[in-house]
């Protein structure tokens, strides 16, 4: 317990940046109707299942279409 006490600093800002990028992801996916590559299905699953920074970094490098 006393170990991630120590860590616990830098694991809560790591957290919430996670869950921010994961929900504003979400909210574009959500929100835009074209895509470079797949569908919206696709990159929600993309985006949950790979939720630890590699979802939402995907869909921003490989999905989101530049409007």
């Known amino acids: ?33 074209h895509y470079k590559r797949g569908t919206r299905t696709l990159w929600l699953a993309v985006a949950i299942i790979g939720m630890n920074y590699v979802g939402p970094i995907l869909y921003f490098l490989l999905g989101r279409e530049d409007a």
């Not at 694991?11 to 959500?30: K, M, Q, R, S």
Request: proline share 6%.
């Open 1 to 33: 317990m006393e170990k991630i006490m120590e860590f616990l600093p830098f694991l809560i800002p790591l957290v919430l940046a996670e869950f921010a990028l994961l929900g504003y992801t979400l909210h574009h996916i959500l929100t835009h109707r």
